[in-house]
């Protein structure tokens, strides 16, 4: 008897224990869910705000896309004539074009009737190492590769030799930085599978043997990078799990390394599309 009460008396006790837990639980969820919940409606009510004051802001002075694209041409059309080159209003025309060229192919053909790729390479051309001339190359470019990308008038405007060797310029002075890298990869490869004048660009850069040699040293070099950061990942994470079997920890997944965690991978997908393209 004295047993089965013990049992028994166990039994209520683990229960009431079990209960307690889960309204414990219970509880905190409830407290978590509040303060979520208080902490959304405060970050709601911030975003709500901003988007309020630029909507007041830009009301009644036609901000819209095309009256953007607008000014921040007018921006660039002004560079030829200017002495001496504002910086910073050069970015920011650049991160105007950049938007409207991602959205609107009308924006793309606007940009090319009024005559600002020239303008846009020239900059490219004035562009040196120094981390703000850096950031206006890679709008630039950005903003060329989305003109290409959408083949506004069959990519005609880009049928200067001198474009071409200023694109393979850039992707041995940048060969380790892919923010210049992939998009100018990405001129390249947009302006080569174009239906119409893709092959004629092609054609005119396999002909040209500097070009076609300097492409494979760079290609060769990048993926000899990309195998080296390779190796030294996978050193790293043989020593993480050593460590963690030195720790004494046994129910572990080994560290698996992919080649997508490499610095230059990004820049390495993107000459391997371009010399599929290529034919090289």
Same mark, same amino acid.
């Given at each position: 008897?004295?047993?089965?009460?013990?049992?028994?008396?166990?039994?209520?006790?683990?229960?009431?224990?079990?209960?307690?837990?889960?309204?414990?639980?219970?509880?905190?969820?409830?407290?978590?869910?509040? =303060?979520?919940?208080?902490?959304?409606?405060?970050?709601?009510?911030?975003?709500?705000?901003?988007?309020?004051?630029?909507?007041?802001?830009?009301?009644?002075?036609?901000?819209? #896309?095309?009256?953007?694209?607008?000014?921040?041409?007018?921006?660039?059309?002004?560079?030829?004539?200017?002495?001496?080159?504002?910086?910073?209003? =050069?970015? $920011?025309?650049?991160?105007? #074009?950049?938007?409207?060229?991602?959205?609107?192919?009308? @924006?793309?053909?606007?940009?090319?009737?009024?005559?600002?790729?020239?303008? =846009?390479?020239?900059?490219?051309?004035?562009?040196?190492?120094? *981390?703000?001339?850096?950031?206006?190359?890679? #709008?630039?470019?950005?903003?060329?590769?989305?003109?290409?990308?959408?083949?506004?008038?069959?990519?005609?405007?880009?049928?200067?030799?001198?474009? !071409?060797?200023?694109?393979? $310029? *850039?992707?041995?002075?940048?060969?380790?930085?892919?923010?210049?890298?992939?998009?100018?990869?990405?001129?390249?490869?947009?302006? @080569?599978?174009?239906?119409?004048?893709?092959?004629?660009?092609?054609?005119?850069? =396999?002909?040209?043997?500097?070009?076609?040699?300097?492409? #494979?040293?760079?290609?060769?070099?990048?993926?000899?990078?990309?195998?080296?950061?390779?190796?030294?990942?996978?050193?790293?994470?043989?020593?993480?799990?050593?460590?963690?079997?030195?720790?004494?920890?046994?129910?572990?997944?080994?560290?698996?390394?992919?080649?997508?965690?490499?610095? $230059?991978?990004?820049?390495?997908?993107?000459?391997?599309?371009?010399?599929?393209?290529?034919? !090289?």
């Amino acid at each position: 008897a004295v047993k089965i009460q013990s049992l028994v008396r166990c039994m209520f006790a683990k229960k009431a224990a079990q209960a307690r837990k889960a309204a414990v639980v219970t509880f905190q969820a409830h407290v978590r869910r509040f =303060i979520a919940i208080k902490k959304c409606n405060k970050d709601q009510n911030d975003i709500r705000a901003r988007v309020i004051k630029i909507m007041k802001d830009t009301r009644g002075q036609g901000q819209n #896309l095309a009256t953007r694209t607008h000014k921040a041409l007018s921006v660039l059309l002004e560079v030829p004539n200017s002495n001496s080159m504002n910086m910073s209003q =050069i970015v $920011s025309a650049c991160d105007t #074009l950049l938007v409207a060229s991602n959205w609107s192919k009308v @924006c793309c053909k606007y940009i090319v009737e009024q005559e600002a790729i020239p303008i =846009i390479f020239g900059l490219i051309d004035s562009c040196n190492r120094s *981390l703000p001339h850096l950031k206006m190359l890679a #709008l630039s470019l950005n903003v060329v590769k989305n003109i290409v990308r959408y083949g506004v008038e069959d990519n005609k405007a880009f049928q200067q030799p001198q474009y !071409i060797a200023t694109l393979f $310029s *850039l992707l041995k002075i940048h060969l380790e930085r892919p923010e210049v890298l992939v998009p100018t990869s990405g001129i390249l490869e947009h302006i @080569c599978s174009n239906k119409t004048t893709g092959k004629l660009f092609s054609r005119v850069i =396999i002909q040209n043997e500097k070009l076609v040699d300097r492409f #494979l040293v760079m290609y060769n070099t990048l993926k000899r990078k990309v195998q080296k950061e390779r190796d030294w990942l996978e050193r790293k994470a043989a020593e993480r799990d050593q460590a963690k079997r030195s720790r004494g920890m046994r129910d572990f997944k080994p560290t698996v390394t992919k080649a997508s965690q490499c610095k $230059s991978y990004a820049s390495i997908k993107s000459m391997q599309k371009l010399k599929h393209i290529l034919k !090289i």
